[in-house]
């Protein structure tokens, strides 16, 4: 390859990082990066990992945090103090860019446009695995979705 | 107020007073007294702590559908996948110390098993049977 060539692949390669890294997190850097409320990570953690708050518009949080006893199936209630800290931590750092603007079927992040278009690779015997068994259990494969870090580099799909 | 209403607000009062507040306050043997003293049955039943623990209630899930048949080690939420630490307290020394996140979870738990809030008998025999587990 000529140098000039070289160059020209290089400079692609930076204009596709680039642009992978801005479908998700470039328009919101807060994504991953955000401090998670304490409160946030003891009550919701319990059964879930920590869903980052920018996965959802503001919409779609408050609806869920409005509906703790019904909680997709389970009950899930908290006392009216802790409701209202998450409420206004999650409306804080709700999401606010393009894709997560709109809020998904029954406000789960699963059904985001984003989130099927990110995981179209995926084949439906792989959700059913016994070591992943849903779509909601993001550290069956994202290793490092405890710290808020859902980079394709961390995923390990198991067996 | 409701009659459970009144049964929750009672239990509150009276676990918040019979055990000091604080985040390691209480012991499981306190609480399981607690609820017992509250119930004013005399007999504490671990045998039907067990039988509550372990069957389905005419819905999707038991207690042991997620913490396990024998809570010992570690359960899996059966929807999420996300483990479960141990329950049985001789097993987790952070279960049963903390009568707030006790109630917490008696309240939303019975409800999803059992579809209605357990009595505080029921949680002091639960509380009895998980206490025999060594």
Not at chain 1, 41 to 53: D, I, L, M, S, Y
């Amino acid at each position: 390859m000529n140098r000039r060539a070289l160059l020209h692949r290089k400079s692609w390669a930076v204009v596709a990082l680039v642009a992978s890294h801005a479908a998700f997190a470039g328009d919101d850097q807060r994504t991953p990066g955000v401090a998670v409320l304490p409160k946030y990570k003891q009550e919701c953690t319990a059964c879930h990992v920590a869903f980052p708050p920018g996965m959802l518009p503001a919409e779609s949080w408050r609806r869920l945090l409005g509906n703790l006893p019904h909680h997709y199936g389970t009950d899930a209630s908290l006392d009216a103090a802790t409701v209202n800290e998450l409420a206004t931590w999650l409306s804080a750092n709700a999401g606010t860019y393009r894709r997560v603007r709109e809020a998904p079927l029954e406000d789960r992040i699963t059904r985001s446009a984003w989130f099927i278009r990110k995981h179209d690779e995926v084949s439906a015997a792989v959700w059913k695995r016994p070591a992943v068994k849903s779509a909601t259990n993001c550290a069956a494969c994202h290793t490092q979705a405890d710290q808020g870090d859902f980079n394709e580099h961390t995923v390990r799909i198991p067996r | 107020m409701t009659h459970s209403s009144l049964i929750r607000h009672v239990g509150a009062v009276l676990i918040a007073g019979a055990i000091p507040i604080g985040v390691h306050a209480a012991t499981p043997a306190d609480l399981q007294a607690a609820y017992g003293a509250l119930s004013g049955t005399t007999t504490i039943a671990p045998d039907r702590g067990q039988q509550l623990f372990t069957i389905r209630h005419g819905r999707e899930w038991s207690c042991a559908s997620c913490h396990g048949a024998v809570p010992t080690q570690a359960g899996k939420h059966a929807s999420t996948g996300k483990p479960i630490a141990a329950l049985a307290p001789a097993f987790n020394p952070e279960r049963f110390v903390d009568a707030a996140k006790t109630e917490k979870w008696f309240r939303r738990n019975c409800n999803d098993v059992i579809g209605r809030e357990c009595s505080a008998a029921e949680k002091a025999d639960v509380i009895a049977w998980l206490r025999t587990l060594k």
